[in-house]
Each structure stands twice: as structure tokens, then as C-alpha cells.
């Protein structure tokens, strides 16, 4: 990986998180706003576990080895959310 | 005298009772053809004084798709007849559309039931029903979690603080009494957390709520 | 000084040396085997109390508050003290063993993996002795039953402190142990030769991987509940139905964990004794790594259908419950099928073997009966569940185990256990068992945990035939005891390999030293044993180096009574295997542990003090070990499929990765149900600074690529940039913490103080915040170590792992930041 590519990243870490702040303070509040500000979270997840912790270069199990508690988190948390009311 | 028999059957009594024998009889053939299966095999085949010597191949084996396919063919078909009893049982759980149920509040604390009856009236440790009619208790706590259950007419649901869960029963018989008892670990109290249900007829239901200032059934 | 005492006292003293500093793997297994034993022990005291107890109506033997507190501590000391353990001891002992690895990837974790196990009990059975007493919410400790509130006192918070010291240590060990067979199998040892028993260790650890971090999570939000005062599980938002979701995602794999390794046990032992192959092998492989261990983790709520959760969920959750129910059948099926043509030797091994499996049938198809969310509105929180569970995890599973360790004590011992003992054990057992537990499926009214029940219930009978049935069963185990210790004392020589089974550890050159340091890379060499066929290379005539110097094993059950006890003065020889700080890291957990639970005595902080000190002084030593090389780890890339191209302390920091994955994503998703539930919740920017958030956001995203860079830099050998990096690292994490403990102190000093106990959003937001700043000073602590060692020249272009691992976890710290800014400061 290129010193190039992490300086990329790293731009848009910085610029996406100020993004957040400034979708925050112009619209707060709806439901879509939070999404947008989540998506943009997680983009950010993405390419840090991508390009800095080099997921993209390693080889195929251990690429796999993130999905099954990726996957896990997202039945918990979409059990303890929706099993209430109805 | 079936009928009468029938008709003094609590409505989820009936029910859960009915889905419990038909898993007890798949349940219990289940049981006894599996276990028979290994008795069988290790009685069959025990190791007899005089064939310790027998050396015995120990090929690798195929899988035999046959075989499993059959397995879960029959296991899932068991299953599926089961588990679609289950679901056509869930009025166990949920209220009928009654057009005239009586609702009544139930607090659990440590460890007592209190009863909030429509009048406002509150009772501790004693519930009164009228016989014959839908009854649906609404059921919270004040503290830790309770579990509030009718040992006889098989309905239970927790009671937690700050929530609301509710059940439903009929009891058909004047005169009855049931106990209610606590199903989750609740301190110390637990085992004596009881509380008596009393069935009386509609007439003398109403008589004693408006004796205690209500309007029956509002 | 007389020769005599002073040669005693050397002895003693090596042998102190080495049961405290070891960290080989047979060591460790053997220590955790008796330290099981014990805790199994206590735990069927507890239990012989509950059965006296119940014997007889308005019995008044046992307060209610004695009562409750020996049914939870029944619970918690039998499932995760003894079952557990005692696995987890037959695998340290066999797994290395059955694939030819001279030890675990990670000797010095293993070590501290078993500190952890014991200083957590000893915490937990510390609690009888405290004023309130032991944790009394049952072993599911539902909240808010278990808050400071309504389980007041140290004797609560030290269970719930042990049982974390318990959780962590399994997580560390299913991370070492998944290492190990991924990557030090010997040559030859195919996935597809692997013994059975390390396959079902494998799927337990994949179990134990993913399913304790949810109960950390859980528990350490519960200590804040209890020893700060947050509100995670006593508000109604959270409460109790949080930490049900929380406690059985945890729960159901738990149940699995305890099961597999019996499973393994009894595939190991069922072919040998019926002289045939293991009938439909890759079913049963197939069946439990495509089903059961994916499928554990998501039938949790079957545990939840009263509790007021939505029918559509109880719907989804039952049909799940029945498929996993599916791969069982099959398995059971096979192990049946593989006695059939055989000629089966029905000697005590075997026997538990058969045990295991014709109680697994009872306990299983009642199990089916239990995912009926309609029939459980019954069932559920009464003696019928009792006896469902206890058929399959003391039927199954422990009649499993003990036919383990009947079937290895020869190989343990070198000696031979008596089999007309072996024999009676398992008859009076099986009765016992039977007589104990097949009534409660009868007490369908009688709810659990009840501390006495009146006498015009009808359930006396029932009850007393259960009491009957425990003390047979107990007075059974006399047998195990007896065989276990005459073996180890005067039995007669075993062969070696008295079953004539064929798995490796029955041809491996057994003794107790160690096979290798701890310095190279924990293989075996490439004997070849494996390069030619199973069969050819199977045991006749292997010679069993094992005889008559290796009873050491039994944890010096007194030295006299070993033959040829030589093993203790040449223990010298592995002592690079030694290392005292996983013991001195066991020690500072009890004392930290004890501190905290103290803290409402003055003299809590002082001791909590202590236990941190300690802490410190043994991370210092362990770093200094390692840069002394003291210990080192190799780094090789691993040879094994499917891991040739990865370093194996890289793979072992991704799969650490994948628990935190699973901390951070329950607390997180603590935090959403939280939200989803509260009515009220401050607007985004009323508490919280959001121009401080963003500022500490992006000093944490730069200090990410001052680790790139750093990582850059030793790839190509430039020392001096690495430096930079990692110094520009440090400094940016201490300058994220001061603005994050500038916060804290402003929000403290609100006007309406923002406090630990100021409310839910406070609770949520100092906890979350707050173990992520520990992650961050943890990471801060390993770059001042790497500074060190950059220092000292300790990395080069070939050598610099370390510091790519370390660029993992910060990395990871980051992302978590990523999500608690946006959650906690703009939403
Ligand atoms: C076919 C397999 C199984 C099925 C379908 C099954 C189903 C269930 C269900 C639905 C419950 C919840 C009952 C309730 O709380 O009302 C339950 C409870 C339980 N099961 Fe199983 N189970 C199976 C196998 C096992 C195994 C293998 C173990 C352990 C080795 C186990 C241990 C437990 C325990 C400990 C509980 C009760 C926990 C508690 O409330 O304290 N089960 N089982
Ligand atoms: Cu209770
Ligand atoms: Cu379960």
C-alpha cells in the first residue's frame, strides 16, 4: 500500500466526520439525517479496517474472519430492538 | 357425559393440554424407537467370551446420503406437524375479541399480588372472577421481575417493573379456587409469593364489586 | 543443614515452582482437571443441601436466603467452574497431543488463562463468607434482582467480579486454542484426520469465542451498576429485559460449550470400544460446524417466551429451536449406527459413553418440547426445565466426560483404573441419576428455586424420590474418586495403548517434561508420522516412555506414594517453560477484585490500590521478558491450510479482534435498545461539547496514521521514522484522553452535575466512553513499550510484527470511536 492511498484515507476520515457535524447542525434530528450520519460512520469503518488494518491485502480467512461477529452484532441488536412492542 | 365434561374444561386448559399430548406421543415414540435402536445395537452386538479375538476391518465408510436425507425427512416431518400445532395453539396467548372482557390490573412486588380491579379497588393476595367470562389480566411489577402464574389453567406471563404483559383465561366453574404462585426468582419471598383466585357467578361477581363502589366490568 | 530436610525442602520447592510457573500444556491441563474436580465437588455439596432441603415440606434446614444462594451458586460453580473446566482440562491435556503440537500457540496465555479460571472461583465462593452473603439471584442472575439495590453487599459483587475473571479467561483461552489447531497441526494432520475430540473442542471454542464477550459486556455494565451507580439494569428502559437478551445470547451458546466436548469425548471413545470406524463421520462434522455452532447464536430468546417479547419473535426464535434440533438427530443416529456390526466391549468408558447418549435422547426431545412457545408458557420457570437441563448437561455431558477420563487415565497415569469399580460407578450413576432427575419432568407445577413448598402441594413424593436419587448419586461418585486416586497410587501398569485406539495421542512419546521450549515453534518435528497412511503408522509396539515416571501428573498426591516419582527434579529441564507472571497476573485480579468489591469499606481503595500495583509490577515484568526475549513467540508464518500466508500472532490478534467486535457491539446495542425504550432522551448538543467530540474525533483518526506511517516505516527498515510514528502516536492518544478528561470534569461540574448517577444518557454515555478511553490507555501503555523496544533496537525489516499488531488494535480502538461520536454526540 502506498503512503499515498493511507493519505487518502485519512482525508476522507476528516472530511467525512465534518460532514457529520454539518448534517448534524443543519437538519438535526430525522430519522433519514441519522441514517446518512450512520452510513457515513460506517464508510469510515470500512476503510479503516480496509486500508490501515490492510484487510484488503490479507488473505481470504482471515477476510471472513470479521463477518460471522459483524453478523452477530446485527441479529442482537435487531432482536433487542424489535422484540418489543410490535 | 363428555359435554359436561367439555364445558368445564377451561378454554386454555383445553388447549395447552391437548398440544402437550401430541407432543408427549410423538415425543415418546421418538423416545422409545431411539433408545430401543441403541439398546438393541449394544446388546447385538456386545463382545461374547470367546470372539474377543474376532479382528475386525475398519474400512472408512461412505457417507450414506440415503440415509440421511430419510433422518431429516422423518425428523422434520414430525417436527413440522408439531410446530404447526403450536402456532394454530397461540390463543393461548392472545386475547379472544371478546365483546366483553373484564380487565384487571395485577402489580407484583416482593412478595405479594395486588389486584386493581375496573372500580379502583385494590386487593392484596385475592382474586375474584366472574365464572364464564373472559378475563384479562394486565400484569406489571414495582420492583424485580415476577412471573405470574395460575397453577390449573395454564397461563403464565412475567411481571417486570415499568412494562405490561397481559394473559387471558376463562374459568367456567363457580365456586372453584386456583393458586396463584410465582415463576421467576424474586428474593427471598419467592416460594411464598401466592396469591388465592376465587371463581364466582356474574351475578354475585357484580354484587360484591358494586358493594365496593364500581361499576362492573367498566 | 541437614541433607535430608534440605534435599525435602529443593523438592518442595521445585515442585512449587513448577505447578505455579508452568506453562506447559499437560501442566495446565492437569491443574485445571483437579481444580474442576474441586469446584465440582463444592458444587454437589451445595446441591446435596438443596435436595435435604427439599425432602420434606415447611423444611426449615435452609433460610430461604441460604436457599437461594446455594441454588445460584450451584448453578454458576457446576456449569462454569466444573462442566467447563474440566473440558477445558482434557483439551489442554489431548488437543496438542491428538495433532502432534508440542504445546499451545500461546503457552504463557494458557498459564494465564488458568489463574484467571481460579482467581475467579476463589472469588466466587469468597462471597459465602461475606456479611449478606453469595450472589442469591439464580445463576442467570436476572436483573434488577441482582442490583446493589436488591443484592446488597461484597459477597454479589465478588461473584460477578469472579465470574468476568471466569468469562475473560475463557475468551483468551478459545483464541489460543482456535491458534493452535488452525496453525500447529504437524505435518500430515489434515483437517480431515483430525481427531474427533479436537474437532468438538474446535466447535466449543468457536462457541466460547463469540458468546463470553457478550456476558463481559453484560456483567461489567451490571458492576457499574453496583459499584457506580449507573443504571444500565434498574431503570425500566434497560432493565430486565435487557439483560435477558444480554445474558442468554451468552446463554444458549453456553449451553453447546458444555455439551461439544462431551460429544468429542464420546466420538473418540464409541469407535474404539464398538472396533469399528465412526459411522458417517463428515455427517457429523458437517451437521455441527454448518448447523449447531452458527445456528447456538441465534435461538437465545427460547430462553424469553414469558417475558413479554412479541409473538413474532417467539415464532422466529421457535422455529430456529426446532432446526438446530435437526443436526443433533443425525449425530445421535451416527453414534448409534457405529456400534451396529461391531464388537462392542462394554468396559466403563464405553459404558458413560452409552450413558451420554441414551440421556442426551430424553434431555433432547424434551428440548423440543421446550421450544414450544405455547407449551412453555407452562413449562418455563418450573422443575420440568430443571430436569430438562440437567439431562443434558449432567446426563450428556458429564457421563460424557467421565467416560473421558476413564478412557484416558491410563495414558495420564501410566496406570490402569479398576474396572469392577469403574463398573458399579457407572450403575449406581445411571439409577441415581435417573431416580434424581426423571420425577421433576412430573412437577410441571412446582416453580424453580423455591425454598420450601407447603405439604397439600402433591409434589412430596416426587421431591423425595429426587432427594433418594441425589444421595445415590452422590455416594456414586465415591467410585471416581476411588479409581482416580488408587490409579494414580498402585494401580498396575498400563499398556500403552490399552484400547487400541488410534488417535495420535496414544502413540505420542509421552512424558512430562516438555517436548520442546517454549522458544521454537511448538511443532513437532516433521517425523512423518502423518505422511504415510493413518492406519500404517497406528500404535502396535510404539513404546510407552510413559511407565512408571509419571505420576507427578495428579497434582502430588504426595510424593511417597509415586513410583519412580523422578519427574520433579527433572522438571528443570523445561524451565524456559516457567514463567511467574500469569500466576502473579492471577494474584492482582483477586486483589483488584477484592478492592472493588471492598469499596464501600474505607479500606477498599487501598487494597483496589494494591491489586494495581501488582498489576503493574507484573506487566512490567512481562514486557521486560519480551524484550529480554525471555519468552519469545515466533513469528513464523503459519503452513497449515488454510493459513499458510499469515503470521500467527497476526491471526491470533484478528481473531482477539472478532471478541471485541462482539464487547463493543452488545454495549452498543445496549445503548440503541436504551434509546428505542427511553421517552425521553437530551437533544444532541444540549450536554455534550460537540466542537470537543469532533476536535478528539479527528486527533484519533490522525493518530491512526501515525501507525500507518510507523508500520511503513519498519517495513523498510527506517528505524528513525518508526519512532516518529510511534512517539506521534502516543502523544495523540494522551491528548485524546485529556480532552476527554476535560470533559468529564466539566460535565461533572454542571450545573445540574452530569454525574455517574445522573440519569440514563449519563449512563450510557460514561460507561461506553469510558471503556473505550481504557482501550485507549491500554494501547497507550503497548506504545510505550514498543518505543522501548524500538530503543533498543528490537525491530528490523524482517521483524516488526509487533507492531503491526499493535496497529490492529488501535486501529480497532479508532473505529470504535467512529461509532460512539456520531451515537453519543450527534444523534
Ligand atoms: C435438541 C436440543 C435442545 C433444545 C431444542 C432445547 C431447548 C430448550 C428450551 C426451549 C429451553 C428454554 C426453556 C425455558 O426456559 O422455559 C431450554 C432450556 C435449557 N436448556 Fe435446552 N435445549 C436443547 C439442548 C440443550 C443442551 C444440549 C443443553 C446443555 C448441555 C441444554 C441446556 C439447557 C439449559 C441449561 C436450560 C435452562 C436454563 C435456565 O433457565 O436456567 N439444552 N432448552
Ligand atoms: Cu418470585
Ligand atoms: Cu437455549
Redesign the interface.
Known amino acids: 500500500m502506498k503512503i499515498a492511498t493511507t493519505l487518502i484515507v485519512w482525508v476522507y476520515l476528516v472530511t467525512a466526520t465534518i460532514l457529520e457535524v454539518v448534517i448534524y447542525s443543519e437538519f438535526p434530528g430525522s430519522t433519514l439525517i441519522n441514517l446518512s450520519i450512520g452510513i457515513l460512520a460506517a464508510s469510515k469503518a470500512v476503510l479503516i479496517v480496509m486500508y490501515y488494518m490492510h484487510l484488503k491485502y490479507e488473505p481470504r480467512p482471515i477476510q471472513y474472519l470479521i463477518l460471522p461477529p459483524t453478523f452477530l452484532v446485527a441479529v442482537l441488536i435487531l432482536t433487542l430492538v424489535f422484540s418489543v412492542g410490535h | 357425559m363428555l359435554g359436561v365434561y367439555l364445558a368445564t374444561v377451561p378454554p386454555t386448559v383445553g388447549?395447552?393440554s391437548s398440544?402437550?399430548n401430541l407432543?408427549n406421543v410423538f415425543?415418546a415414540i421418538?423416545?422409545i424407537l431411539?433408545?430401543s435402536?441403541?439398546v438393541y445395537?449394544?446388546v447385538k452386538?456386545?463382545?461374547r467370551e470367546g470372539?474377543d479375538e474376532?479382528v475386525?476391518e475398519?474400512?472408512?465408510?461412505k457417507?450414506?446420503w440415503r440415509?440421511?436425507l430419510f433422518?431429516?425427512a422423518i425428523?422434520?416431518s414430525v417436527?413440522f406437524v408439531?410446530?404447526l400445532q403450536?402456532?394454530n395453539?397461540?390463543p393461548?396467548?392472545?386475547p379472544p375479541q371478546s365483546s366483553d372482557p373484564l380487565n384487571i390490573g395485577v402489580v407484583g412486588h416482593q412478595w405479594s399480588w395486588t389486584f386493581v380491579y375496573p372500580n379502583g379497588d385494590r386487593l392484596v393476595g385475592n382474586l375474584t372472577v366472574p365464572a364464564g367470562r373472559v378475563v384479562i389480566l394486565n400484569i406489571t411489577s414495582t420492583?424485580?421481575?415476577h412471573?405470574f402464574?395460575i397453577?390449573?389453567l395454564?397461563?403464565?406471563?412475567?411481571a417486570?417493573?415499568?412494562?405490561y404483559?397481559s394473559l387471558w383465561f376463562t374459568a367456567p366453574d363457580a365456586g372453584s379456587t386456583y393458586t396463584i404462585?410465582?415463576?421467576?426468582?424474586?428474593?427471598?419471598?419467592?416460594?411464598f409469593m401466592t396469591a388465592k383466585m376465587t371463581v364466582v357467578d356474574q351475578a354475585t361477581f357484580n354484587a360484591w364489586i358494586q358493594s365496593t363502589g364500581g361499576k362492573p366490568g367498566s | 543443614m541437614d541433607p535430608i530436610n534440605g534435599g525435602q525442602a529443593r523438592i518442595m520447592n521445585s515442585w512449587l515452582r513448577r505447578w505455579l510457573f508452568t506453562t506447559y500444556h499437560k501442566d495446565i491441563g492437569l491443574l485445571y482437571f483437579v481444580t474442576s474436580l474441586w469446584f465440582g465437588f463444592i458444587g454437589s455439596i451445595l446441591a446435596l443441601l438443596i435436595r435435604t432441603q427439599l425432602s420434606v415440606p415447611g423444611n426449615t434446614l435452609l433460610s430461604p436466603g441460604s436457599y437461594d444462594q446455594a441454588v445460584t451458586m450451584h448453578g454458576l460453580i457446576m456449569i462454569l467452574w466444573f462442566l467447563s473446566p474440566l473440558a477445558i482440562g482434557l483439551a489442554n491435556y489431548f488437543v496438542p497431543t491428538q495433532i502432534g503440537a508440542a504445546d499451545l500457540a500461546l503457552p504463557r496465555l494458557n498459564a494465564l488463562g488458568y489463574w484467571l479460571y481460579l482467581a475467579g472461583g476463589l472469588m466466587a465462593a469468597l462471597g459465602f463468607f461475606m456479611p449478606g452473603g453469595n450472589a442469591n439471584s439464580g445463576w442467570t442472575s436476572y436483573a434488577p434482582l441482582s442490583s446493589a439495590q436488591y443484592s446488597p453487599g461484597p459477597g454479589p459483587t465478588f461473584a460477578f467480579a469472579g465470574l468476568i475473571l471466569l468469562a475473560v479467561s475463557i475468551t483468551l483461552g478459545s483464541v489460543n486454542f482456535l491458534l493452535t489447531i488452525a496453525y500447529l497441526r504437524a505435518p500430515g494432520m489434515t483437517f480431515s484426520k483430525m481427531p474427533m475430540f479436537t474437532w468438538f473442542i474446535a466447535f466449543t471454542m468457536l462457541q466460547m469465542l463469540l458468546a463470553f464477550p457478550t456476558l463481559i459486556s453484560a456483567l461489567l455494565m451490571l458492576m457499574a451498576d453496583r459499584v457506580i451507580g449507573t443504571f444500565y439494569f434498574t431503570s425500566s428502559s434497560g432493565g430486565a429485559l435487557l439483560w435477558d437478551q444480554l445474558f442468554w445470547f451468552f446463554g444458549h451458546p453456553e449451553v453447546y460449550v458444555v455439551l461439544l466436548p462431551a460429544f468429542g469425548v464420546v466420538a473418540e471413545i464409541l469407535p474404539v470400544f464398538s472396533g469399528r470406524h465412526l459411522a458417517e463421520r463428515k455427517v457429523i462434522l458437517g451437521a455441527t460446524a454448518l448447523i449447531v455452532v452458527p445456528l447456538s447464536y441465534l435461538v437465545w430468546t427460547h430462553h424469553m417466551f414469558i417475558t413479554g417479547i412479541n409473538l413474532s419473535t417467539q415464532e422466529v426464535y421457535s422455529v430456529s429451536t426446532l432446526i438446530i434440533s435437526l443436526p443433533f438427530d443425525l449425530i445421535i443416529l451416527a453414534f448409534i449406527g457405529t456400534m451396529t456390526r461391531g464388537r462392542i466391549s462394554l468396559k466403563t468408558p464405553m459404558l458413560f459413553a452409552i450413558g451420554s447418549i441414551l440421556l442426551f435422547i430424553i434431555g433432547g426431545i424434551t428440548g423440543v418440547f421446550l421450544s414450544s412457545f405455547v407449551l412453555d408458557v407452562v413449562f418455563r420457570g418450573t422443575y420440568y426445565v430443571v430436569a430438562h437441563f440437567h439431562y443434558v448437561m449432567v446426563g450428556a455431558a458429564i457421563f460424557g466426560l467421565i467416560g473421558g477420563i476413564y478412557y484416558w487415565l491410563p495414558k495420564m497415569t501410566g496406570r490402569m483404573y479398576n474396572e469392577r469399580v469403574g463398573k458399579v460407578h457407572f450403575v449406581l450413576s445411571f439409577i441415581g441419576f435417573n431416580l434424581l432427575y426423571f420425577p421433576m419432568f412430573f412437577l410441571i407445577d412446582m416453580p424453580r428455586r423455591y425454598s420450601t413448598y407447603p405439604a397439600d402441594a402433591g409434589w412430596t413424593g416426587l421431591n423425595q424420590l429426587a432427594t433418594v436419587g441425589a444421595f445415590i448419586f452422590a455416594l456414586a461418585q465415591i467410585g471416581l474418586v476411588y479409581n482416580l486416586v488408587s490409579t494414580v497410587r498402585s494401580g498396575p501398569i498400563a499398556p500403552p495403548n490399552p484400547w487400541g485406539a488410534e488417535t495420535l495421542e496414544w502413540t505420542s512419546p509421552v512424558s512430562e517434561q516438555p517436548v520442546s521450549t517454549g522458544r521454537d515453534d511448538n511443532r513437532m518435528g516433521g517425523s512423518g508420522l502423518w505422511d504415510s497412511p493413518l492406519r500404517a503408522v497406528l500404535p502396535i509396539g510404539t513404546p510407552h516412555q510413559n511407565i512408571g515416571s509419571s505420576t507427578g501428573p495428579i497434582l502430588g498426591m504426595g510424593a511417597g506414594g509415586m513410583p519412580g516419582g523422578g519427574t520433579k527434579g527433572d522438571y528443570a529441564h523445561g524451565a524456559e517453560h516457567q514463567s511467574s507472571r500469569p500466576v502473579s497476573l492471577g494474584l492482582a485480579a483477586v486483589v483488584s477484585v477484592l478492592g472493588i468489591g471492598l469499596l464501600q469499606y474505607w479500606y477498599g481503595l487501598p487494597v483496589l490500590f494494591l491489586g494495581g500495583a501488582i498489576l503493574a509490577w507484573t506487566l512490567v515484568g512481562w514486557a521486560r521478558d519480551d524484550l529480554h526475549g525471555r519468552f519469545s513467540i515466533d513469528e513464523l508464518l503459519g503452513q497449515r491450510w488454510p493459513f499458510h500466508e499469515t503470521v500467527k500472532l497476526k491471526l491470533g490478534m484478528w481473531i482477539f479482534l472478532t471478541t471485541e467486535v462482539v464487547v463493543f457491539g452488545s454495549i452498543l446495542g445496549s445503548y440503541l435498545f436504551i434509546r428505542s425504550q427511553v421517552p425521553y432522551w437530551p437533544a444532541p448538543g444540549s450536554i455534550h461539547d460537540i466542537p470537543l467530540g469532533l476536535t478528539n474525533t479527528l486527533v484519533l483518526l490522525t493518530s491512526s496514521l501515525t501507525v500507518v506511517v510507523a508500520v511503513h516505516a519498519i517495513r523498510e527498515g527506517n528505524q528513525r521514522l518508526l519512532l516518529a510514528g510511534l512517539c506521534s502516536t502516543f502523544i495523540l492518544g494522551a491528548v485524546f484522553m485529556g480532552i476527554k478528561g476535560s470533559e468529564w470534569y466539566q460535565l461533572f461540574h454542571l450545573e445540574n452535575a452530569f454525574n455517574f448517577t445522573a440519569g440514563l444518557p449519563a449512563s450510557v454515555y460514561y460507561f461506553t466512553t469510558g471503556l473505550h478511553g481504557a482501550h485507549v490507555l491500554a494501547g497507550m501503555l503497548v506504545t510505550l513499550y514498543l518505543i522501548k523496544r524500538t530503543l533498543n533496537g528490537g525491530f528490523s525489516k524482517e521483524n516488526h510484527f509487533a507492531v503491526e499488531n499493535f496497529g490492529l488494535y488501535w486501529h480497532f480502538v479508532d473505529i470504535l470511536w467512529v461509532f460512539i461520536f456520531p451515537l453519543f454526540y450527534l444523534i
Open positions: 388447549i395447552w398440544l402437550f407432543y415425543g421418538a423416545a431411539v433408545i435402536y441403541l445395537n449394544v452386538y456386545r463382545r470372539h474376532a475386525e475398519r474400512g472408512e465408510e457417507v450414506n440415509k440421511v433422518t431429516l425428523t422434520s417436527l408439531v410446530e403450536t402456532f395453539s397461540v393461548l396467548i392472545v420492583d424485580v421481575t412471573s402464574a397453577t390449573g395454564d397461563v403464565a406471563v412475567d417486570n417493573a415499568g412494562r404483559n404462585r410465582c415463576k421467576e426468582l424474586c428474593g427471598v419471598g419467592h416460594a
